[in-house]
């Protein structure tokens, strides 16, 4: 069994800055591919970002391309989330996935097997 467990957020102002990580952990881990999704109060989750763990070929939605970046540490088996001029649109509920899955559309939730429990991130105006 794999364990997620992500860290990082918090309560910031609009512009601010907040990086997330996200830690795996259990059986050897091998994932396919590691994503971030959200859930803003009210809405359905949304895909953020996601990396194929060997190519380190990465995706973003275009609600955060240019000010989040998804990146990885392959020695600590973490992938993070780095997140620039925060907006209060951009609170929510953010959760890590992976997937050992070498198929699929990584920009769906169902493509992934392996969740974390969420961290806050709260920007306020």
């Known amino acids: 069994q794999v364990q997620l467990a992500e860290s990082g957020g918090g309560l910031v102002a609009a512009g601010a800055s907040l990086r997330l990580s996200c830690a795996a952990s259990?059986?050897?881990?091998?994932?396919?591919?590691m994503a971030w999704f959200r859930q803003a109060p009210g809405k359905e989750h949304e895909f953020v970002a996601v990396?194929?763990?060997?190519?380190?070929?990465?995706g973003h939605a275009d609600s955060v391309r240019g000010r989040f970046t998804i990146s990885k540490d392959s020695a600590k088996n973490t992938v993070y989330l780095q997140m620039n001029g925060l907006k209060p649109e951009d609170t929510a509920v953010y959760y890590c996935?992976?997937?050992?899955?070498?198929?699929?559309?990584?920009?769906?939730?169902?493509?992934?097997?392996?969740w974390g429990q969420g961290t806050q991130v709260t920007v306020s105006s």
């Open positions: 990396l194929k763990w060997n190519s380190g070929i990465t």
């Open positions: 996935a992976a997937t050992s899955r070498v198929s699929g559309n990584y920009y769906l939730m169902k493509s992934y097997e392996y």
């Open positions: 259990g059986r050897t881990f091998s994932p396919n591919a």
